[in-house]
């Protein structure tokens, strides 16, 4: 076949221009062989640019494109985009990039950039030369959602996919939905309820015909790949039978067995069957086991002779149930640094130095004492409390290096709730640095600090110890040089966001990727921040990174906008350029099998070959260098391709 | 079962009672230490110059010496334990400063004229520092420690005192958590005292400010001694002859300051440990306390 290969080199105003001298470039590429037309232009990215594109390849009949300009991540769809609406197979559309990896880096050798973006240019003359004409992967989607997490970020992700259309598995670990959220007191900056405006999200979630929940339940197992996910989840047994229970609550009423509270977070008891707390959803019981009288001893049994439907069932087991859905939101959320590991403040023994989620509980009108500030050790009022701030966060020595964005702003309205509940009690808040960034933050904090004459003192505490009845925090005032020693009532903790205890195991059964902390990463920081890099995978809330409620919400909003707009089509497209096996060669050895990182190649026992799997095959090459008979290439980058690519690079 | 003991000089001369009940306790546990042949001065602070190998050459020459008679080296000093186990830390860390110490351990001919079998090798961190507690732990075995008690303290509340120079800088000291330390509370655990958890147990004891500022150091002891006392402790324990100077000795100046000073005894760790091993009072030595600690002793425990 004769080639007809056209050449545009891009002077990217003087990006390019002011280094390479891009007339030259076009011209010595004129007279390479197969290429039939070679120029230069000021912007090809612009609609000037890119119509020259066009009119040249319906003029001089082009079977292939070079556009010599930036990197493809850039603008390679732009021109693949602007090849196909004038007639060429896109994937017949190159970019030879001559800036970042030419103009950019050799601004002081004129001659030799010159020369070195020929090269380039020519290395991809021949690739193009040899691309063949390839049409996306089309893939069966299921139009069906799981999220993971029903936290706020879960719920509002459920929430806007649900009402797209689509329907949605809402998988949480606890009995309930709502997570830390539910158990806040007031929210900053406005200070209203966190569970009055959370309860109504919950309540839609749970009563959504298109949403599935399934509460007190994990997942075992994620397999498939983009729209064609297959998904185990363990329902854990409740021993109730929640679809009889009628959530009357006789039997937590009743029940003899003791046990802290999570939802408390240890400052109060529940029993052994409870539901989490009163608004929860949904608003029946489950049976712990593991403190329940009757698994302990064989004995008491109270709860299944009360229950007035029979809804209590000891043999229940565990089920695993099988959900097929086409795309994940992942939104496990977080959990506090632990406080054992805070060696300086007690490391968790002194009752009076409370984390900042039991102090949120103390404040509650629905805590254990009705939103009465009252200390955990006597019930008495504290008249002195101080608020530590980057307890764990910042501290890349000792404990986590990030800062974890929400502690100024929450330990700010602790600060602020209590001057408002103890009207003569002095508030202390140690800080390193007041971050208040969003909206209405700053002002919200300069209010604590003028109108409520909360003392905030810039440095850190060395340490906290119990001495008569009193918690005394040693710290440093940094802005006067001075130690200070407060003998103060309680301290509270504005403890490290981590990610929660499960996310990190759940990242590895899902097969993505997480930062070095286990929080999940994102596709691109900047312009990608709410899918994963493993297709079909989208993240929402403080798995992510810590986050207060508006940014989780608007995250969780973006991800089930992408899941929409996933589904809106009828089947999914997928880049082609991937790795593809002859049958008739492969001999079966299975290493590529062994390599591929995305379980795209599998083995073919019928046939004694292996194959691999368009729709997940991301094209990373593994098995193409892995395969010892050379017999699994890479399409539009073959053997063939690169021989001549080097060739032309390497030739005088 | 011999290991390699560097006593310093402390040890020597003024805290020969820590000494001396080490190596009988040690003894009484079946373990012999041996003392290095040759040992100087450890340096007695670890310097905190960087561009300079000068200051380390005194603890690394000693780690070079224990390195010819073993693989670890035991001390009881908390200073010497400090400083030894900071130049070790160097000499495994730091290539440059390494090779420059052993330019001057080959030049160093004293060693071999003094022990003829000495045959000059680098020093490049071969020798494990080990400090007596951790042998206590390690090589003993709380549990077995446990066994052999003959004696049993219960009854006798015991502070624990840690200072600070055992358990910092964290990265390489690597003894204990220096915010919770626990060592000293399972040690004492396992010879029957009860132990009193008491909020200043690693707080400073002044140190060798007692040297340019009593007053600063006085406060600093105080402070440690009080807590103590606070809490319901009978006696003080601690491993270091700095800290029992200034705990101890200091409390002289303590009782004019305040009125109604109560004194408490501050022994080693090791003096405790021989009694609870049933050993004679003459191998314990009580005579370099300032506060005699045999009243409350054969009060609480028999002696």
Redesign the interface.
């Known amino acids: 076949m004769e080639h007809r290969i056209g050449v545009f080199v891009c002077h990217c105003g003087s990006n390019i221009a002011g280094v390479v001298d891009v007339k030259r470039v076009a011209q010595e590429l004129a007279k390479y062989p197969g290429v039939a037309y070679s120029t230069d232009y000021t912007y090809m990215c612009s609609d000037p640019g890119q119509n020259l594109v066009k009119d040249a390849i319906k003029k001089h009949r082009l079977t292939g494109v070079i556009v010599s300009a930036c990197s493809p991540t850039l603008h390679e769809a732009t021109f693949r985009r602007a090849g196909r609406s004038a007639g060429l197979n896109p994937y017949q559309v190159e970019m030879a990039n001559i800036r970042e990896h030419c103009s950019w880096v050799h601004q002081h050798d004129k001659e030799q950039a010159t020369r070195k973006a020929i090269r380039i240019i020519k290395t991809m003359v021949e690739k193009v030369k040899l691309d063949e004409a390839l049409a996306p992967i089309a893939v069966p989607l299921t139009k069906r959602a799981l999220v993971v997490g029903g936290g706020v970020a879960g719920i509002q992700a459920a929430l806007d996919i649900a009402n797209a259309g689509y329907e949605v598995v809402l998988v949480e670990k606890s009995p309930s939905i709502g997570g830390h959220m539910a158990q806040l007191s007031e929210t900053f900056p406005t200070l209203d309820c966190s569970q009055c405006i959370l309860t109504p999200k919950m309540v839609e979630a749970g009563q959504h015909p298109r949403i599935r929940l399934m509460t007190y339940s994990e997942i075992e197992d994620v397999s498939g790949y983009v729209g064609n996910f297959k998904v185990k989840i363990r329902k854990k047994s409740a021993y109730v039978n929640r679809d009889v229970c009628t959530g009357c609550g006789l039997c937590t009423q009743k029940c003899p067995a003791k046990v802290e509270s999570e939802f408390d977070e240890g400052l109060a008891k529940r029993k052994a069957i409870y539901t989490p707390f009163a608004q929860a959803v949904p608003n029946k019981p489950v049976l712990d086991a593991e403190h329940c009288t009757y698994f302990k001893t064989g004995k008491c049994g109270v709860c299944k002779k009360i229950c007035p439907v029979d809804a209590v069932d000891y043999e229940m087991k565990d089920e695993v149930v099988e959900e097929e859905v086409g795309a994940i939101v992942v939104a496990t959320g977080f959990d506090l640094y632990p406080m054992a590991k805070m060696g300086e403040y007690g490391g968790g023994k002194y009752k009076d130095v409370v984390t900042s989620l039991q102090f949120e509980r103390i404040l509650s009108a629905s805590g254990p004492t009705t939103g009465e500030v009252q200390r955990p050790s006597d019930g008495k009022v504290p008249k002195e409390v101080v608020f530590l701030t980057c307890v764990g966060s910042r501290d890349p020595e000792g404990h986590v290096p990030y800062c974890s964005k929400v502690c100024c702003m929450y330990l700010t309205k602790h600060a602020m709730l209590y001057k408002h509940k103890v009207h003569d009690g002095q508030a202390y808040l140690f800080y390193m640095d007041v971050r208040t960034g969003g909206k209405g933050y700053e002002e919200f904090y300069q209010r604590a600090s003028e109108e409520d004459d909360v003392l905030y003192i810039r440095g850190k505490v060395s340490k906290i110890f119990e001495e008569d009845g009193k918690v005394v925090v040693w710290g440093v005032d940094t802005l006067t040089g001075k130690k200070i020693e407060i003998e103060a009532d309680m301290a509270v903790m504005g403890l490290a966001m981590v990610p929660s205890g499960a996310a990190r195991e759940l990242a590895n059964k899902l097969k993505i990727h997480t930062d070095e902390w286990g929080f999940l990463s994102e596709a691109h920081p900047k312009l990608r921040p709410v899918e994963s890099l493993a297709p079909g995978f989208f993240l929402a809330g403080a798995a992510q990174g810590p986050k207060d409620i508006p940014e989780a919400v608007a995250q969780a909003s973006g991800a089930a906008s992408k899941v929409a707009a996933l589904f809106s089509e009828e089947v999914y497209h997928r880049e082609p350029a991937i790795a593809w096996i002859d049958e008739d060669r492969c001999a079966g050895c299975r290493i590529c099998v062994s390599v591929c990182p995305y379980d795209a190649a599998v083995f073919d026992e019928d046939k004694k070959v292996a194959r691999i799997q368009e729709a997940i095959c991301e094209g990373c090459g593994a098995c193409i260098a892995a395969c010892p008979s050379g017999t699994a290439t890479q399409k539009n980058l073959t053997d063939d391709q690169i021989y001549n690519m080097v060739s032309a690079a390497l030739e005088e | 079962m011999k290991i390699p003991y560097y006593p310093g000089c402390t040890l020597h001369e003024r805290a020969k009672d820590f000494d001396t009940s080490a190596r009988e306790c040690a003894r009484a546990l079946g373990i012999e230490l041996e003392e290095l042949p040759i040992w100087t001065c450890c340096g007695a602070v670890f310097p905190l110059v960087t561009d300079s190998v000068m200051e380390i050459l005194a603890p690394v020459r000693n780690l070079s010496y224990a390195s010819r008679i073993g693989d670890k080296v035991v001390t009881l000093c908390s200073f010497c334990y400090h400083v030894l186990k900071r130049a070790n830390h160097v000499m495994r860390e730091d290539p440059e400063k390494r090779e420059k110490a052993n330019l001057f351990l080959r030049a160093d001919t004293k060693a071999r004229e003094a022990v003829e079998s000495y045959t000059i090798e680098d020093y490049v961190g071969q020798v494990d520092v080990v400090h007596y507690i951790e042998m206590l732990r390690d090589v003993v075995g709380f549990d077995a420690l446990g066994q052999k008690v003959k004696n049993p303290l219960k009854g006798l509340k015991v502070a624990p005192y840690y200072g600070c120079m055992l358990l910092r800088p964290?990265?390489e000291m690597k003894f204990d958590?220096?915010?919770?330390p626990t060592i000293f509370e399972d040690f004492l655990g396992s010879i029957g005292c009860d132990v009193v958890d008491f909020?200043m147990k690693t707080e400073c004891c002044g140190g060798f400010q007692i040297v340019n500022d009593e007053e600063l150091a006085v406060a600093c002891s105080q402070n440690v001694v009080t807590s103590a006392l606070?809490r319901g402790a009978d006696v003080i324990v601690t491993t270091c002859p700095l800290c029992r100077y200034n705990l101890d000795k200091k409390q002289e100046e303590m009782a004019e300051r305040v009125r109604g000073f109560r004194k408490i005894p501050v022994i080693y760790f090791t003096q405790l440990l021989g009694i609870a091993l049933g050993l004679p009072e003459k191998h314990l030595d009580f005579s370099g306390n300032y506060v005699d600690p045999r009243p409350v002793l054969a009060e609480k425990v028999s002696l």
């Open positions: 964290k990265a958590d220096p915010e919770q909020p606070k």
